[in-house]
């Protein structure tokens, strides 16, 4: 789950990680009077789920109230759009307001869970407010890393390597030390995937500062966190992703016009593997889950109808632990509800598989039912083309 960079801050101050004063505002009577109130020059910062906000004019300094105002005007409302957004952008709702400082030198500094060496790794590098990527692509040089073992944990050696490798003064070694530890405390008791400061300033005082922040947890654990489950902004997340969460359904929404619906991760996969092999482009990634009720299929079906790019929809179910005739009546109950004028090609195998293609034949529903991958597969993308010449797709 992706929070917003204010309320990363308000997390950053619970765990005495330094980040300028500023408070978030949703409209331009707020954020001038917040600007007013922590004086100029103020950093006006639209706040969406994205990076890339300062080049797309989402990020502006304001050095009066006039600029304030203006600024406000132009970023709240605004849509910003790059390749993390998608074609359809982010709209901005509310921008951070924050108080503007001196700096001197701009550092990266983050941790993740590096899962190939199963444990966390502190990066830091002297390139800060710099597109991590392209600074490991141009200076892996500038780039270090230290990794954490997840019994034994921090130490102080990890960032006084780090501290050397960045050349910080022992001053700003100290303030570094203390922010990194504090850092990695967030981190793991709040079951972070990853959380980052880019930059971490260091200002004309000799003071260390998150100038950003950004903190994504881990969803498997958001059980246990009451409190950060209250920061979801659903208003920044695909509109059927949040319907299929509400049922448990691992759905990622896609661009293409093929709708799946598949049980397994690694069945969802190669399904859509498949569908690109013959040149289809499926709309959706949708695992309903090994052991699914007639209930998900029925809601899982609804939101791949609803997606207006959908020009076909594809389910294909194996008969693991789910019995494919429960899945049958999910979507035969589904599809007698709604008004369905799109081609529904249906694979079912496994469990009760002769029962659940017998409800679909006697369902007096027009669907299509296959007994073979690779044809259930190939009528998909001929349909969603709207063309015969399926061998043209290989």
Request: aromatic share 6%.
């Amino acid at each position: 789950m992706k929070i917003h960079e204010y309320q990363a801050k308000e997390l950053f101050k619970d765990f005495a990680i330094p980040v300028p004063e500023g408070m978030v505002a949703y409209t331009k009577e707020d954020t001038v009077e917040i600007a007013e109130k922590i004086g100029y020059p103020c950093v006006i910062k639209a706040q969406v789920h994205a990076g890339g906000r300062g080049k797309a004019g989402g990020v502006k300094l304001a050095r009066n109230r006039d600029e304030a105002l203006g600024f406000a005007e132009e970023i709240i409302g605004m849509h910003i759009k790059n390749l993390q957004t998608g074609a359809q952008g982010k709209k901005v709702r509310k921008v951070l307001v924050e108080k503007g400082v001196n700096i001197v030198n701009e550092l990266y500094l983050a941790i993740i869970m590096d899962r190939e060496k199963a444990m966390p790794v502190v990066i830091a590098s002297s390139e800060g407010g710099m597109e991590i990527e392209k600074v490991a692509e141009e200076h892996p040089d500038h780039i270090f890393k230290e990794y954490i073992h997840p019994i034994t944990g921090l130490s102080n050696f990890h960032s006084i390597i780090l501290s050397f490798k960045l050349g910080l003064n022992k001053t700003e070694q100290r303030l570094f030390s203390e922010l990194v530890s504090n850092l990695y405390k967030l981190f793991m008791e709040k079951d972070a995937s990853i959380v980052e400061i880019n930059p971490l300033v260091i200002t004309d005082t000799e003071e260390l500062i998150a100038l950003d922040a950004k903190v994504n947890f881990d969803d498997n654990a958001l059980v246990k966190h009451s409190d950060i489950m209250e920061l979801r902004d659903t208003d920044e997340e695909d509109p059927f992703e949040v319907e299929a969460s509400k049922y448990k359904l691992n759905y990622i929404k896609l661009d293409g016009n093929i709708g799946c619906m598949v049980n397994g991760a690694g069945l969802a996969m190669a399904t859509m593997d498949i569908l690109k092999y013959y040149k289809g482009d499926p709309a959706n990634f949708l695992d309903v889950g090994g052991g699914t009720s007639e209930e998900r299929i029925k809601e899982a079906f609804k939101i791949l109808i609803a997606d207006k790019n959908v020009k076909v929809v594809f389910i294909n179910i194996f008969g693991g632990i789910v019995r494919t005739d429960i899945v049958a009546i999910g979507v035969v109950n589904a599809a007698k509800s709604m008004n369905i004028n799109i081609p529904v090609v249906i694979l079912l195998r496994g469990t009760n598989e002769k029962q659940g293609r017998k409800i679909i034949e006697e369902s007096g529903l027009n669907f299509i039912a296959e007994t073979d991958f690779k044809k259930a597969a190939l009528k998909s993308v001929e349909l969603s083309r709207g063309d015969k010449d399926v061998n043209s797709c290989k």
